[in-house]
T-cell receptor, first 114, second 120 residues
Framework: AQSVAQPEDQVNVAEGNPLTVKCTYS??????LFWYVQYPNRGLQFLLK??????LVKGSYGFEAEFNKSQTSFHLKKPSALVSDSALYFC????????????FGKGTKLSVIP | GAVVSQHPSWVICKSGTSVKIECRSL??????MFWYRQFPKQSLMLMAT?????????EQGVEKDKFLINHASLTLSTLTVTSAHPEDSSFYIC????????????????FGPGTRLTVL
């Protein structure tokens, strides 16, 4: 079964500092990987995805993610955190090869401290 | 990307009543719609998958007679919580998958803003 793991329930970072939200994956075949963000009482917003190609994927709101095959990781990063980045972040992977259903990680709450 | 709306954004109802939640996609042919529920500080739990014109496929443990899903068109799906009880209180989110206005098939799910259901 395809799965992702987010090892941190919460990440705290000072405004202006770089941030990293971790995600590791377990898939068969070539991985498709996604990051979504959820603001309070809102649905999920798509941030970025890795399908193939460059290991560094750039997404919305200045976020990027680095695909690392040897470490089976797809960490979300941003060079300089904003208070407005405080939200819940989900890593996701298709539930099966060729599936359009998604399996989500448990989520990581990011708090950016002014 | 697709724009997805949900109505209502929040609803409070008495125990035993039924509540209908609408999910609409704008400028998007939603071949498939997904319904999730999310409890506080938890991840999304997939409830069911519906394809336009077909019966929904429910995940294990989800009562199909309690959570009625209708996907009658490529732009509208409804979730009806029948005889709602306080334990049904949750945040319900829909998402869509399909093709954009130009015919390009998306490989990404697009989510609605969610509906907060509180059953008293």
């Amino acid at each position: 079964a395809q799965s992702v793991a987010q090892p941190e329930d919460q990440v705290n970072v000072a405004e202006g500092n770089p941030l990293t939200v971790k995600c590791t994956y377990s898939v068969s075949g070539n991985p498709y990987l996604f990051w979504y963000v959820q603001y309070p009482n809102r649905g999920l917003q798509f941030l970025l995805k890795y399908i193939t190609g460059d290991n560094l994927v750039k997404g919305s709101y200045g976020f990027e993610a680095e695909f690392n095959k040897s470490q089976t990781s797809f960490h979300l990063k941003k060079p300089s955190a904003l208070v407005s980045d405080s939200a819940l972040y989900f890593c996701a992977v298709p539930s099966g090869a060729g599936s359009y259903q998604l399996t989500f990680g448990k989520g990581t709450k990011l708090s950016v401290i002014p | 990307g697709a724009v997805v709306s949900q109505h209502p954004s929040w609803v409070i109802c008495k125990s035993g009543t039924s509540v209908k939640i609408e999910c609409r996609s704008l400028d998007f042919q939603a071949t498939t719609m997904f319904w999730y529920r999310q409890f506080p500080k938890q991840s999304l739990m997939l409830m069911a998958t519906s394809n336009e014109g077909s019966k929904a496929t429910y995940e294990q443990g989800v009562e199909k007679d309690k959570f009625l899903i209708n996907h009658a068109s490529l732009t509208l799906s409804t979730l009806t919580v029948t005889s709602a009880h306080p334990e049904d209180s949750s945040f319900y989110i829909c998402s869509v998958w399909g093709s954009l206005a130009g015919g390009e098939v998306t490989d990404t799910q697009y989510f609605g803003p969610g509906t907060r259901l509180t059953v008293l």
